[in-house]
């Protein structure tokens, strides 16, 4: 091995249905042919963000391999905050919201090759309420389907869609919303508002066909309505952004206080419900290799 390039590998062995032993087993033939020194780091749910910090400090690598979700992203970027290292993404969690977006392959055989030694791109984070986003939050219906999905056993894209049809027939009342942005002060009832850094959800949906990830800036995109028409033409891509139904506000920063609490969730996780909602973006907070453009 060439002791002088490491690469850290960190892997979430529970989340997603990959089988994270095969994507061991890649990685570390990959590398080996590389002639890389791996160090593997599994992560546990507890103090998985220090003990990442610590390997870093100790091995100071080149790069560091992310096999997992959002979830797992998000905590590697945050232990390894404000240092100058390359993340390279191994889709392997039930939420990929950022490597859908980033339009990564399905294969892992083309992913290890991203991973490894394609260039990267400085990506923006949100900040909410102290929390930090990578790519899309929301309050209203689609955080109160994610609550739905939590709690249900079917998983994958399938429990997605079952768990829509169930969260548009049981919607309550739209909610209403004072939101202070670009020196506006906009009041309006929603079933629905987007903070979005990016373009898509995990499940391939575009909700916000402004997004670009590296740009200072994230959108408020507000659905004032949310039935299975509007969803239908949502999930086909035809967004109607010249009807009323839905508003994009493009900002750096802003604030959102509602009448009642609102369901929310963070990058596919559901985050309880919220009244006040405090936003605003973190520019260049983490290098992603990604796949080339043409």
């Given at each position: 091995?060439?002791a002088?390039?490491?690469y850290?590998?960190?892997?979430?062995?529970?989340?997603?249905d990959?089988?994270?032993?095969?994507i061991?087993?890649a990685?570390?033939?990959?590398?080996e042919t590389e002639?890389?020194?791996?160090?593997?780091?599994e992560?546990?749910?507890e103090?998985?963000?220090k003990?990442?910090?610590?390997?870093?400090?100790k091995?100071k690598?080149?790069?560091?391999?992310?096999?997992?979700?959002d979830?797992?992203?998000?905590?590697v970027?945050?232990?390894?905050?404000h240092?100058?290292?390359?993340?390279?993404?191994?889709?392997?969690?039930s939420?990929?919201?950022l490597?859908?977006?980033?339009n990564?392959?399905?294969?892992l055989?083309?992913?290890?090759q991203i991973a490894?030694?394609?260039?990267?791109?400085?990506?923006?984070?949100?900040?909410?309420?102290?929390?930090?986003s990578?790519h899309?939050?929301?309050?209203g219906?689609?955080?109160?389907l994610?609550?739905?999905y939590?709690?249900s056993?079917?998983r994958?894209?399938i429990?997605?869609?079952?768990?829509?049809?169930?969260t548009?027939?049981?919607?309550?009342e739209?909610?209403?919303?004072t939101?202070?942005?670009?020196?506006?002060?906009?009041?309006?009832?929603?079933?629905?508002?987007?903070?979005?850094?990016?373009?898509?959800y995990?499940?391939?949906?575009?909700?916000?066909?402004l997004?670009?990830?590296?740009?200072?800036?994230?959108?408020?995109?507000?659905?004032?309505?949310?039935?299975?028409?509007?969803?239908?033409k949502?999930?086909?891509?035809?967004?109607?952004l010249?009807t009323g139904?839905?508003?994009i506000?493009?900002?750096?920063?802003?604030?959102?206080?509602?009448k009642v609490?609102?369901h929310?969730?963070?990058?596919?996780?559901?985050?309880?419900?919220?009244?006040?909602?405090?936003?605003?973006?973190?520019?260049k907070?983490m290098?992603?290799?990604?796949?080339?453009?043409d």
């Open positions: 091995m060439d002088t390039k490491k850290l590998f960190v892997v979430n062995p529970i989340s997603g990959l089988d994270k032993a095969e061991l087993a990685v570390q033939a990959f590398a002639k890389i020194s791996l160090v593997t780091y992560t546990t749910g103090n998985d963000e003990g990442i910090a610590e390997l870093y400090e091995h690598p080149q790069r560091i391999l992310i096999a997992g979700g979830g797992t992203i998000k905590i970027a945050q232990a390894v905050e240092q100058d290292v390359i993340l390279g993404i191994l889709p392997a969690g939420a990929n919201g490597s859908v977006d980033l990564f392959p399905t294969a055989d083309e992913n290890l490894f030694h394609n260039d990267a791109m400085e990506l923006d984070m949100v900040c909410i309420n102290g929390e930090k990578l899309l939050a929301d309050i219906l689609n955080a109160n994610v609550k739905n939590e709690q056993t079917v994958g894209k429990g997605y869609a079952l768990q829509s049809i169930a548009l027939q049981e919607q309550n739209p909610f209403e919303a939101i202070e942005v670009n020196g506006e002060t906009i009041m309006t009832e929603a079933r629905m508002i987007v903070f979005a850094n990016s373009q898509k995990g499940t391939g949906v575009t909700i916000n066909p997004g670009k990830m590296d740009d200072g800036k994230f959108e408020i995109v507000i659905l004032k309505t949310f039935d299975l028409v509007l969803f239908g949502i999930v086909t891509g035809n967004m109607p010249d139904e839905v508003e506000y493009s900002t750096d920063k802003a604030k959102v206080v509602t609490p609102v929310f969730q963070i990058d596919g996780e559901y985050a309880g419900e919220e009244t006040a909602l405090d936003i605003f973006v973190l520019p907070q290098k992603v290799a990604v796949p080339k453009t």
